[in-house]
T-cell receptor
């Protein structure tokens, strides 16, 4: 079974630019989550999709962040415009049932 | 305000000895707790979990203990091996929150050969 795939693995952009992160969950996993780890701190929840619907987006920092999951398959997280404090590692995870999350390797975003 | 706290950012132990990683939580609604292990440049991987109806769960060298009254859980690794060196995250969830997890800030475990 293929795992959760995230692309790109690293991204360095200038402040004010736009970046789009992509996550391909495990096939058949309806639940998809985005999390972020900033400055080596805790991993924080951003949002949760069930299929193509946003179940909970209470963790999204502000309206510069836009997540989509068209067709209930892969998901994208766009940051526009990026700010310095957006730097961190963005993790995607998918889940079928129970608490069994499978995480991707993450995208390390650096805003300079 | 952090609801899940791992107060030790790092821990070093000798190979073969016991590693004890600690975690405290504040939210009484949490009813499920997990430990994840993370190697550099990889995502967190699930290690072991425990439901609030239990106080201990064991899987091979890994045991998680839960003290609900103290809102404290710990992960014991016995015996510790160099390959266990990683960042360990404590996470908690509530069955009423669509399995959203709240994580601690992690503890870097280094097992010395």
């Amino acid at each position: 079974e293929a795992g959760v795939t995230q692309f790109p693995s690293h991204s360095v952009i200038e402040k004010g630019q736009t970046v789009t992160l992509r996550c391909d969950p495990i096939s058949g996993h309806d639940n998809l989550y985005w999390y972020r780890r900033v400055m080596g701190k805790e991993i924080k929840f951003l949002l949760h999709f069930v299929k193509e619907s946003k179940q909970d987006e209470s963790g999204m920092p502000n309206n510069r962040f836009l997540a989509e999951r068209t067709g209930g398959t892969y998901s994208t997280l766009k940051v526009q415009p990026a700010e310095l404090e957006d730097s961190g590692v963005y993790f995607c995870a998918s889940r079928h049932t129970g608490y069994g999350y499978t995480f991707g390797s993450g995208t390390r975003l650096t805003v300079v | 305000d952090q609801q899940v706290k791992q107060n030790s950012p790092s821990l070093s132990v000798q190979e073969g000895r016991i590693s004890i990683l600690n975690c405290d939580y504040t939210n009484s609604m949490f009813d499920y707790f997990l430990w994840y292990k993370k190697y550099p440049a990889e995502g967190p991987t699930f290690l072991i979990s425990i439901s609030s109806i239990k106080d201990k769960n064991e899987d091979g060298r890994f045991t998680v203990f839960l003290n609900k009254s103290a809102k404290h859980l710990s992960l014991h690794i016995v015996p510790s091996q160099p390959g266990d060196s990683a960042v360990y995250f404590c996470a908690a969830g509530s069955s009423g929150s669509a399995r959203q997890l709240t994580f601690g800030s992690g503890t870097q475990l280094t097992v010395l050969p």
